[in-house]
């Protein structure tokens, strides 16, 4: 989820808008209209966004919300939806169109869960500290199913005991339990048992427990499952969910459900074949993409659903935004839906996500229960972004000063971060340069690959390299060269012109691997030799055509991918030089606090480890 830690830019969320929103938001005096109530969304902010959306050539648009509690504690609420929601572009996007909001879920997991340690008070005293194991008992035993290599490490197995001896609840929220992000690869089909079975114990942590923050929607996952547990109830999360928080506040459009969204205002969610579009030049192809929550995906046991799976219209994004402003209560009937006291959890720094600020603008940001709280220009925010296939979502409240934005996306192209330049320097501030570089940074961060190797390898071990490789969290691949004389291999690589179309080049010279394994946001990955035994690593989305099945087009998916390229680097029997393994490298994520793993052997400074068959 590519956007989600992105706590250096609390101001990415103000990219889409205009002046007028950045006066509300930096002296709270919001411009006017005849009849005294605020206008910001006007005309010119319509004019100003649509030419934003022509400039980056951007297939959907977005929906905007501001809310703000005056000096009489009267509500200014303005909503408003700008482009296409479709792919034909004949319906527009209006303020009932659904959007994912993907990672702004985490704070609604986060309330459930609290709802029902208050409501189960006098079972779990301890409250947000009560220790996952007692709980789920699974979790107590996380070290007794590592596998080789990671077991034949003493202190790696004893930190991990810690882990599942000590954690709590305030560890999974606020992403301190010692494991990276690792969103690489896993899959829709996974349960608690899958995850707590041999999935997550042999996740390769990059820290120790409590040591550092790390992004990890994987907690997010576990979590999702406690409180059915906790309310001793069959009832599932969503159907909690809808129970306790979407109901009870009013929120109607909420779901989790893919099918029910779809058969209502659900907008076409857009991504890019092949590259991400600059304004100087775009040669990528706008593409409505099945989101990850298919039609096939019912809605009980989605794995998802604890970190990204909530579904929203804008008109409801602004009905959730006053409710945080009122620690929880519904705005419309005054009830107090959601315990005072669990908003305030959800709003206390537990780990520092962002210990420096770059500029002087800004603060370090904390991370408490699905928020990142810091200051901008003065004014304490709380906030957090989201990003999925298809859509990009920003929602920041200013809680001292009543007011807040929601800004949801219908293209996971760009967070559009880099444009409010132009507005800080042409109408009110000195241009602020980590805003100008924000969206370059993002599309440039990765080095180009090298066209010739300095270490070129032997043709004649490359058949050496196929075969079945297994990695205790994941299972088996099957590594295939493409072109291929394996006849195991032949039905995956004859495939791949049509399910990834103008990925593998028919006369390519340089060597190259592919194996398919399906998860959430890719399911193919291509190997291309670099240099010695380094391979370039590239993830690989096959999409479907929407309009057109057995049709299919290839985007790749660099989330949590780390800043610099992820590589494969193999390793060979010092006997007989037959290749024992691979292990992959950049592909857990780039947190501050995530450091680069090393070693002398391969399978030592591997952050995942995939052992020959």
């Known amino acids: 989820m590519p956007c989600d830690a992105q706590y250096n830019c609390p101001a990415s969320i103000y990219a889409l808008l205009n002046t007028s ?26 004019v100003f966004v649509d030419n934003l959306l022509a400039e980056w050539k951007a297939p959907g648009g977005t929906g905007v919300a501001l809310v703000r509690l005056d000096e009489s504690n009267n509500w200014d609420v303005e909503t408003k939806g700008f482009g296409n929601a479709t792919q034909s572009g004949i319906e527009k996007l209006t303020v009932d169109s659904q959007f994912s909001i993907a990672s702004n879920s985490k704070i609604f997991t986060v309330i459930l869960v609290g709802i029902a340690l208050e409501e189960k008070k006098s079972q779990y005293p301890a409250g947000w500290k009560t220790k996952v194991r007692t709980i789920l008992p699974e979790w107590g035993t996380l070290h007794t199913r590592l596998e080789a290599p990671l077991n034949r490490n003493p202190e790696y197995v004893s930190d991990l005991e810690v882990t599942a001896r000590e954690a709590t609840l305030e560890d999974l929220i606020s ?26 114990p042999n996740l390769r942590r990059s820290a120790s427990f409590r040591e550092t923050f790390q992004y990890n929607n994987i907690m997010y996952m576990v979590l999702s499952f406690l409180p059915s547990i906790i309310l001793n109830t069959t009832d599932n999360f969503p159907i909690l969910m809808e129970r306790y928080v979407f109901h009870s506040l009013g929120l109607e459009s909420a779901t989790y459900d893919y099918a029910k969204a779809k058969n209502e205002t659900l907008a076409d969610g857009f991504t890019r074949q092949v590259q991400i579009p600059r304004p100087d030049g775009d040669t990528s192809i706008p593409k409505d993409v099945w989101p990850y929550w298919d039609e096939a995906q019912k809605k009980d046991g989605i794995v998802n659903a604890g970190p990204g799976g909530i579904i929203m219209s804008v008109k409801d994004s602004a009905l959730w935004l006053q409710v945080l402003l009122l620690e929880g209560k519904n705005p419309r009937t005054g009830e107090q839906v959601i315990p005072k006291s669990v908003i305030q959890k959800v709003l206390t720094g537990l780990t520092v996500a962002s210990p420096k600020s770059r500029y002087p603008e800004q603060s370090p940001v904390i991370y408490g229960g699905g928020q990142g709280m810091g200051s901008y220009r003065g004014h304490a925010y709380a906030e957090h972004g989201g990003g999925t ?13 009543g007011f807040g934005i929601a800004v949801l996306i219908n293209n996971d192209v760009v967070d559009h971060c880099a444009k409010i330049y132009d507005l800080e320097g042409q109408y009110m501030l000195d241009t602020i340069k980590w805003l100008k570089e924000g969206l370059y940074q993002a599309v440039s ?39 291929t004389n394996s006849t195991t291999c032949s039905p995956l690589v004859s495939s791949l012109d049509l399910r990834l179309p103008g990925v593998f080049s028919p006369d390519q010279d340089v060597p190259t691997l592919v194996f398919k394994k399906d998860n959430i946001w890719t399911n193919y990955v291509k190997l291309t030799h670099s240099d010695g035994t380094r391979w370039e690593f590239s993830p690989w989305r096959s999409t479907e055509e929407v309009d057109r099945r057995e049709e299919w087009w290839a985007t790749t998916e660099l989330g949590g991918m780390g800043k610099d390229r992820a590589f494969a680097e193999f390793a060979f029997s010092q006997k007989d030089g037959e290749p024992v393994g691979f292990g992959l490298r950049g592909i857990w994520g780039g947190d501050w606090g995530t450091e680069e793993v090393s070693g002398d052997s391969v399978v030592e400074r591997s952050e995942m480890w995939f052992e020959k068959v």
């Open 21 to 46: 929103i950045l006066s509300s938001i930096l002296s709270f005096q919001p411009l006017k209209s005849e009849d005294m109530k605020p206008v910001v969304l006007d005309a010119e902010f319509s």
């Open 175 to 200: 992403h301190r339990t010692g494991w990276p992000g690792h969103d690489g690869f896993y899959s829709m089909s996974m349960t608690l048992s899958t995850l707590l079975g041999s999935y997550l």
């Open 389 to 401: 296939l298809g859509f990009v979502s920003r929602i920041i409240h200013f809680p001292n000063d």
């Open 445 to 483: 961060a990765r080095p180009p690959r090298k066209t010739r190797a300095e270490e070129p390898i032997d043709p004649s071990t490359l058949a050496s390299l196929e075969g079945e490789y297994r990695n205790p969290s994941i299972g088996t691949v099957r590594l295939c060269l493409v072109p």
